[in-house]
């Protein structure tokens, strides 16, 4: 079993929809979650940060962690063709000093 | 500010060859972490530095090795290539020591090709 499952997709939504993507993880000593995007031939860019359960928003991203239920997710709110791109969540158990991805998830939003 | 920069951008390489990869971390960041992204795969650990000491590494065989400089600047170097070895490195750079408390930036990697 991976540390940390993500569905790969593809998720295929219109432009302007609410787009949910979602992490689970096996291991309860991940104390950072991180959600980053990479476009296709780009290095993975940070989106969202945060430090145990609750929830954050940044502009149309909100990013939720439920540390009872090991579950993370990203919220994007009328998305946009510019979002087209994979999305990765990460954590960090700081006893390891590694960071741990899930697979990705493609998401192509289209006009 | 300065992002963190990777050289090359691309690279092609063949079996048993050893290949050096570079990245020029984030300014005012003093640990460097490199990771192996293989195509339709999340990036895979391959260890970290802080303050030129090795202090993380993941599932790499000893052939996979590194160094930090004094600049913050840092090498990855593969020894005896095989086809497996293909895919993009990355290099990220963090604040700290690297324990996750620092969000980690990431260059656009090396895209290593084996032939």
């Known amino acids: 079993q991976k540390e940390v499952e993500q569905d790969p997709g593809p998720l295929s939504v219109p432009e302007g929809a609410i787009v949910s993507l979602n992490c689970t993880y096996s291991n309860s000593a991940f104390q950072y979650f991180m959600w980053y995007r990479q476009y296709s031939r780009k290095g993975p860019e940070l989106l969202m940060y945060?430090?145990?359960?609750g929830n954050k928003e940044d502009g149309r991203f909100t990013a939720q962690v439920d540390k009872s239920s090991k579950y993370i997710s990203l919220f994007i709110r009328d998305s946009q063709p510019s979002d087209s791109a994979t999305y990765l969540c990460?954590?960090?158990?700081?006893?390891?000093?590694?960071?741990?991805f899930g697979a990705g998830t493609r998401l192509a939003v289209h006009p | 500010e300065t992002g963190v920069t990777q050289s090359p951008t691309h690279l092609i390489k063949t079996r048993g060859q050893q290949v050096t990869l570079r990245c020029s971390s984030q300014s005012g960041h003093n640990t460097v972490s490199w990771y192996q992204q293989a195509l339709g795969q999340g990036p895979q650990f391959i260890f970290q530095?802080?303050?030129?000491?090795?202090?993380g590494r993941g599932n790499f065989p000893p052939r996979f090795s590194g160094l930090q400089f004094p600049n913050y600047s840092s090498e990855l170097n593969v020894n005896a290539l095989e086809l497996d070895d293909s895919a993009l490195y990355l290099c990220a750079s963090s604040h700290g020591t690297g324990d996750g408390s620092q969000p980690q930036h990431f260059g656009d990697g090396t895209r290593l090709s084996i032939l």
């Open positions: 990460a954590m960090f158990s700081g006893g390891y000093n590694k960071l741990i």
């Open positions: 530095y802080y303050r030129e000491e090795e202090n």
């Open positions: 945060t430090y145990s359960s």
